[in-house]
Nanobody
Framework: QVTLVESGGGLVQAGGSLRLSCAAS????????MGWYRQAPGKRRELVAA???????NYADSVKGRFTIFRENDEKRVYLQMNALKPEDTGVYYC???????????????WGQGTQVTVSS
């Protein structure tokens, strides 16, 4: 079993920055892909960014050039650096992890509980 715990959410003005962190614990052996999803009120959960231990990444078009996903060397943490935030980035951000070695997967084995990000205009 793997547990994912997110942190770093909060309230920020449009144009500001936040960095989200996700710590993985438990039986993390074999975990490869890690990613971030978000869900805005009344909308479906959507991919924000994903990466693999090999450094492959995948980003939603809406965040390209503004958000960066990266991992620590020991790969037990994944981060999401969010710059130039917009009100439409508001939502609950979820960390996800899987054994697949691809950032393009659409189903994930493990999920965190989520952290709220609110961007005011």
């Amino acid at each position: 079993q793997v547990t994912l715990v997110e942190s770093g959410g909060g309230l920020v003005q449009a144009g500001g920055s936040l960095r989200l962190s996700c710590a993985a614990s438990g039986n993390i052996w074999g975990i490869d892909a890690m990613g971030w999803y978000r869900q805005a009120p009344g909308k479906r959960r959507e991919l924000v960014a994903a990466c693999t231990s090999g450094g492959n990444t995948n980003y939603a078009d809406s965040v390209k050039g503004r958000f960066t996903i990266f991992r620590e060397n020991d790969e037990k943490r994944v981060y999401l650096q969010m710059n130039a935030l917009k009100p439409e980035d508001t939502g609950v951000y979820y960390c996800a992890a899987d054994y697949a070695a691809s950032p393009l997967i659409t189903t994930w084995y493990y999920w965190g509980q989520g952290t709220q990000v609110t961007v005011s205009s």
